[in-house]
């Protein structure tokens, strides 16, 4: 089992920034971002592979969204930079041993993010 402890949401204007944390209560090889806006279904945001940092993103947050850990503190953070309306959604943290994301990740509560005109 793996408590994940997400903060740093918030509301934002067009072209803000935001800062994601995930406190992970042990170490886990791969973690990510997901979200999901209402009517819609959770889509992969960002993820990393540990060890090593490899990382993925959605096509629609490149160059703008940056996935980071800090090993000492087990806590994965996602930087948004240049957000857009279309960003507005709950993000969750994820982890899974498996690096795959399926029925056996472990899920934050959910941080949401609401991106303003």
């Known amino acids: 089992q793996v408590q994940l402890v997400e903060s740093g949401g918030g509301s934002v204007q067009a072209g803000g920034s935001l800062r994601l944390s995930c406190a992970a209560s042990r170490y886990t090889i791969c973690m990510g971002w997901f979200r999901q806006a209402p009517g819609n279904e959770r889509e992969k945001v960002a993820t990393m592979y540990r060890l090593g940092g490899s990382t993925y993103y959605a096509d629609s947050v490149k160059g703008r969204f940056t996935i980071s850990q800090d090993s000492a503190r087990n806590t994965v953070y996602l930087q948004m930079n240049s957000l857009i309306l279309e960003d507005t959604a709950m993000y969750y943290c994820?982890?899974?041993?498996?690096?795959?994301?399926?029925?056996?990740?472990?899920w934050g509560q959910g941080t949401q993010v609401t991106v303003s005109s």
């Open positions: 994820a982890a899974d041993p498996s690096c795959t994301y399926g029925p056996r990740t472990w």
